[in-house]
């Protein structure tokens, strides 16, 4: 019978390596009932956060001004997103108070309010389908 000891010289087994893909990349899709309104591709390294955020806002209150005027000039539209850092920082509500975009609050953790699992995948699911 043997026995199998390890010491500080023992070899150790390699770890398998990390490869960053070359494929993936991060999509911001606000939509609503009526479909699609602004997306965006987050461009390779850069993070998401408070700045950054409110340049996207800026873009996406210009498309729902050009795409949606009538959803605009009546103010019939609510944002809602979820509890990330960007979305609850200061200057992300102020830019929102500023230009009288009303927020949902979205509630800490909430399994069931998941619209984007309802309406957006299964739509854009379609469209890659075979790609």
Request: glycine share 4%; hydrophobic share 35%.
């Amino acid at each position: 019978m043997s026995s199998l000891w390890k010491t500080a010289s023992s070899p150790r087994p390699k770890k398998a390596q990390q490869v960053k893909s070359n494929v993936k990349t991060m999509l911001i899709v606000f939509f609503d009932i009526d479909g699609l309104v602004h997306h965006e591709y987050i461009p390779r390294g850069q993070a998401v956060n408070k700045e950054f955020y409110k340049t996207v806002l800026q873009r996406l209150c210009d498309a729902v001004h050009r795409h949606c005027p009538e959803k605009w000039h009546s103010g019939n539209w609510i944002l809602h997103h979820d509890n990330a850092p960007a979305h609850r920082a200061v200057t992300t509500n102020g830019f929102l108070a500023k230009h009288n975009i009303p927020s949902l609050p979205h509630p800490p953790y909430s399994p069931d309010l998941a619209p984007c699992d309802f309406f957006l995948f299964p739509q854009l699911k379609k469209r890659m389908k075979g790609r």
